[in-house]
């Protein structure tokens, strides 16, 4: 073995190339198309929508038609762990995002014997409007990580609702990821590939994919349907609402005061997995699945009203010289007017998860909202249906979760900077 | 459970590394003769302002002037990176070395906006090749590994004569507590005992990977008859054939040849097979003491992380860092579940255990996963 070289130990015939790699890398990505002053915008031309801004992407992002969402459970309890995935999160997050490998050269360029740093099966594929949406939930800042101080006063646990059958494999996390786009093999990838620069720092806790959104956050979207069949979302707050958006949507800085101020500009995540027994709900006539939801199920009108964008009046009188939308109807129970102005950003996508094994589908709406306190917004609205909507004969929640996201990044900015500083 | 890792094609190419990241003239070589290899990239164009250069170092200075974040990138074949450069912004210049000791033609591509092949253009470099040293950190690592499997192979004899003696023997609770401690050679050298064919199938094959024509046999067999089915007329003939085959392996692996490669791509087999048959319970499904199967692979994994870490620490310290600091998660992990006498019974555990388990078995896979490439370079 006197005359070892690297090349005969590896058995390497001549001919071959000795390479050596030298790497040129350094700082954050700039954003493709930051102007740093407003939400993000899509784009028309290179379906790449910015990474960088005020606000994260994905939140008041026109709703991409397809989503794959993820919650974890740092399993590490060294702060500097953490820190450094956030961080590593943000270079691959803002590449995928513009459409690129998650690491330079990742399908192929590592080399024979390297292992692939990019899964690659979003190789050939546009960034299809991806937006990656981060978020720390209530457990975060429970103390492993010295971050006890610096938990918003809102970022609590929801309470238990009337009727709630939450699967705790299906609830909660410390952290989460909002992957959305308009191909689902390029949010797929987006999660695969963060979950696995996470190896050993976090564990996937539960994930939940999303066919069909069933939200319209811009007034340049039609209002897409529910597996119920019905329009949804169409009195959502929009993109284009701005100061509806600071009061409802965005937490403003007087809402953080101190070392809680890291989430100013962000929002509040709330996820319900809610399953719909769709098969009992197809077997309802028209008139009662109009009933129950308060709007027509053709043309999306209020009860009462005619078209889709008509006003919604409670107190409308049908046929009967009764208020034509019931005040049980999910509509009513839902109106900002009944919840002393309450508004929120829906943002959810119809899932089926196959079948439940007694022939009907595990499918439903995996509801995601955000919001500038869910204490203050989602809970009063959802302890309103949960008493009294009369859809609850036809859905069950079976997961939850509420996250705080934070606010957007500035250029060379990463996620871990802000909340640990 | 098989797999092919021992058959790894060993072809193509032999990196060499350096860190060559300032902007410093490397020593030796005709490096930067004519000084750097300006770059113009803008969104439509690639402009090299000299496409051939000595072996060595190479530098080039790549300025973006156009509006895309853009890359600047030194393929060798089949698209592997030899030296890239990224996030340059509109206006942008920066300034990177690459190391290329062999002639030959080599590709450049700009990459406006970070995606596609990016625009290429070729590259030739010219000279003579630079000479290796020979490595003797790489020989003595496969030496020590090489040893290891020997000592492995002895002690698989001793352990398979002494559980067959008892089977045979019919002495079934004496047998049942021989088989998990018999397998742990095996399961610590499972990918080099792999490596022989119809060995495999036969000493480790479980009842439904038999192949058509071909009886079930081997320890598994014997697991089935000692736990289920109790002993059966020909269990000594299974048993006496199972000394056989494992003498044969025997002998094979202590003369077998490795290289480095072969030493950690088996220290991901080892952890893989953790993942595809311990952790779920397939693996010994009648004694349930995947546990055992579970410790040895995991042992294995690091022996062949302890031949090559004078090679490691040299080039990547701190991913070996993070090896070293996994495998003592999972060792915590797995000590959770030991008895007196070994492990619990993959049964006892709840879900959350084995997630618990799962979890600390990804967090060391990935790192491993990262170490062929490093023995590569």
Redesign the interface.
Known sequence: MTDLTRRSLLGVGAGAAALGAVAGVGGAYAAQRTDGSGPATPSVDDQVVAFRGEHQAGITTPAQDRMHFVALDVTTTDRDELRDLLKTWTRAAERMTAGAEAAPGGVVGGGPYGVPEDTGEAYDLDAADLTITIGYGPSLFDGRFGLADRRPEGLRELPAFVGDDLDPARSGGDLCIQACANDPQVAVHAVRNLVRLGFGVGSVRWSQLGFGRTSSTSRSQTTPRNLFGFKDGTNNVKSEDGAALDDHVWVQPEDVPGATSWLAGGSYLVARRIRMHVEVWDRTTLQEQEQVVGRTKGEGAPLGQKAEFDTLDLTTPGADGQPAIPADAHVALAHESRLGGIRILRRGYNFTDGSDGLGHLDAGLFFVAFMRDAHRQFVPMQKALAAKDRLNEYIEHTGSAVFACPPGLTADEHWGQRLFS | MRTPTLTVA????????????SSEPTEGNAAVVGGPITVEATDTSCTVARTRAAAG?IEFTVRNTGS??N?F?V?????????????L?PGLT?????????P?TYQTACKP???GDGIRGDFTVTGA??S?????A??TA??DYQEFVSAQADALLARTTEFVDLVKAGKVADAKKAYPLARGPWERIEPVAESFGDLDPKIDGREDVVEEGMQFTGFHRLEKDLWASGLQPDTSVVADQLLVDVKEIVAKAKAVTL???QLANGSKALLDEVATGKITGEEDRYSHTDLYDFDENVKGSKAAIDALRPVLKARDAALLA?IDS?FAALDTALDAHRTDTGFESYTALSPAEV?ALA?AL??????I??V??V???
Not at chain 2, 10 to 21: H, K, Q, R, S, Y
Not at chain 2, 94 to 102: I, L, N, Q
Not at chain 2, 362 to 367: G, I, L, N, Y
Request: charge should be negative; aromatic fraction near 4%; include cysteine.
């Open positions: 060993l072809t193509a190419l032999v990196l060499a590394a350096t860190a060559a990241c170092t895309k974040v890359e990138y393929y060798g074949e089949g698209d592997q990176i030899l030296g890239e450069v990224e996030n912004t920066r300034s990177f070395h690459v190391e290329v000791a062999t030959g906006g970070m995606k090749t630079s290796q040293a020979p490595d003797a790489m020989a496969v030496a290289n480095p490669l993070t996994r997630k979890v990804d967090a060391v896979s990935e790192p996963s990262k062929a490439a023995v590569a370079k």
